[in-house]
Every structure is written in structure tokens, then in C-alpha cells.
């Protein structure tokens, strides 16, 4: 599991590699993360827009920008907290996602939310140290 806090908004990410929509011959890996952004402050917040920053085995890296996740722009209450699952395909059997959330409090104002790094990591990717 991996966490970070930024401007009292706590971001949670917990990856897993999916063996059934993963096929090492294409070559193709998928990861499924499921995502809990707990709002810590005393002010609602809402998530206007994300930003990923993906990174392949080999340092391919691509950029994903949208409104909201997965559909939603959700508006977080203090003290609750917002859940969500995606996931991710990469052509390496391990990689890197790291990434950020635009989030605006209730008299407009906008700031960026860390979502923390977190490692993609298959059964083929794992390395043995000596």
C-alpha cells in the first residue's frame, strides 16, 4: 500500500497484478489498483480533474489527463472519504505510475493533490537479488 498527504487530503493506492487480462506472449500486463482519497481538512473538496505520469520497464513513459475519475467528479465531505478501482496496461511485465489530482475547495480555489509512486510488478517482472 502506498499513501500521501497533501493539503489534508490523503491519497491511498493499492496495485495488483491481474493474470487474467495479462498474456506475457503479446506482450501484454495489466494492473488493477484500487484508489481511497480520504479528505482530512474541515472543508469539502472536489476532484475536478486527474493526471497520470506512466512508466514502462524500459522508460516508455505516456501521460494521462482527464476530468474526474472514472466518470465521477466527486465532492468529498471533511472526514469521508472516496473510493474507487482502474486499471492499467503496460507491454512490460513491470513499470510505474506516480500522478496528481486537481481538486477545488468550496470558494474556488484550486491545488494539487499528490497521488503517491507506486511500483507495477508481475510475477515475470520480479527480480532475484544475490
Known amino acids: 500500500m502506498y499513501e500521501a498527504v497533501t493539503h489534508r487530503v490523503k491519497v491511498t493506492v493499492e496495485p495488483a497484478f491481474d493474470p487474467e487480462r495479462s498474456d506475457p506472449d503479446q506482450p501484454r500486463y495489466f494492473w488493477r489498483y484500487s484508489i481511497e482519497i480520504a479528505n482530512l481538512g474541515d472543508k469539502p473538496v472536489t476532484l475536478m480533474e486527474r493526471h497520470w505520469r ?25 472526514g469521508q472519504s472516496f473510493r474507487y478501482a482502474s486499471g492499467c496496461p503496460l507491454a512490460t511485465p513491470s513499470g ?16 494539487k493533490v499528490s497521488i503517491p509512486a507506486f511500483s507495477l510488478d508481475s510475477p515475470d517482472g520480479k527480480r532475484v537479488l544475490n
Open 54 to 78: 506512466i512508466t514502462d520497464a524500459d522508460g516508455r513513459q505516456q501521460e494521462v489527463r482527464g476530468p474526474g475519475v472514472v466518470g465521477e467528479q466527486p465532492t468529498i465531505a471533511p
Open 96 to 111: 510505474m505510475m506516480v500522478g496528481e489530482y486537481l481538486m477545488v475547495d468550496p470558494e474556488g480555489r484550486s491545488f
